[in-house]
């Protein structure tokens, strides 16, 4: 069901080291690049992960409630992509940490983006 997911960027090169810090723990690399747009994925699949400029030339924007949720292997790189995403200039929305009023094993991690897209990283596999 899932393909990839898109959100927009002000500054492409600004999200693109962004980005590279942030999705490096979960092993993903840039599968694809261009004026456009910059896709992350896993080594020899598809870009599942893009950052682009609107196509239609208008400034990007978040929605209210909207969130994207990045699957972790393990806790460690919850907690590896938030501090890059701290490192990077990203605003913190909720330290890593167990969510259990969500699952047991919900362990999970929450920022924005130098534009404000917030993000998730998350582990459902117990320690």
């Known amino acids: 069901m899932y393909s990839h997911t898109t959100i927009g960027a002000n500054d492409l090169a600004r999200a693109r080291s962004f980005y590279d810090a942030v999705l490096a723990p979960l092993g993903h690399e840039i599968r694809y690049s261009d004026d456009m747009l910059v896709g992350w994925g896993l080594p020899g699949g598809p870009p599942q992960f893009l950052v682009a400029r609107p196509f239609n030339g208008e400034p990007p924007s ?66």
Not at 76 to 84: G, I, R
Not at 86 to 100: I, K, V, Y
Not at 111 to 122: A, Q, S, T, W
């Open 62 to 127: 978040v929605g209210n409630g909207a969130m994207i949720a990045l699957l972790s292997p393990k806790r460690s790189a919850v907690n590896a992509c938030h501090a890059a995403a701290m490192a990077q200039g990203g605003t913190d929305e909720g330290r890593p940490g167990l969510r259990p009023h969500y699952h047991a094993n919900y362990y999970g991690a929450y920022f924005r983006d130098l534009d404000g897209n917030k993000i998730c990283v998350v582990c459902h596999q117990p320690e």
